[in-house]
Nanobody, 123 residues
Framework: QVRLVESGGGLVQAGGSLRLSCVAS????????MGWFRRAPGKEREFVSS????????YYADSAKGRFTISRDNGKNTMYLQMNSLKPEDTAVYYC????????????????WGQGTQVTVSS
């Protein structure tokens, strides 16, 4: 089993920044891909970004490109999501996820999930 714990959410004004963290514990050696997803009120969970645990090419949703940066620190078993130029439409619960294979943009392919952290962007 892998346990994921997110932190770093909060309330920020439009144009501001936040950095989310996700700490992995347990059988972290089994992780191949980690990703960030979000769920806004009344909407489906959607892909934000992903990166392989080995540090391969990151992937971003179009909504995140140019504003968000995903990274990981294997020594700390931690993944980050730096979010800049935040918009009210970024308001959502952000979830960290881990997959033992290729991951991708489909949330159903991910094996492990954190509890989520709320991000609220005011206009």
């Amino acid at each position: 089993q892998v346990r994921l714990v997110e932190s770093g959410g909060g309330l920020v004004q439009a144009g501001g920044s936040l950095r989310l963290s996700c700490v992995a514990s347990g059988r972290t050696f089994s992780i191949y891909t980690m990703g960030w997803f979000r769920r806004a009120p009344g909407k489906e969970r959607e892909f934000v970004s992903s990166i392989t645990w080995s540090g391969g090419t990151p992937y971003y949703a179009d909504s995140a490109k140019g504003r968000f940066t995903i990274s990981r620190d294997n020594g700390k078993n931690t993944m980050y999501l730096q979010m800049n130029s935040l918009k009210p439409e970024d308001t959502a619960v952000y979830y960290c996820a881990a997959d033992r294979a290729g991951g991708g943009t489909d949330p159903y392919r991910y094996d492990y999930w954190g509890q989520g952290t709320q991000v609220t962007v005011s206009s």
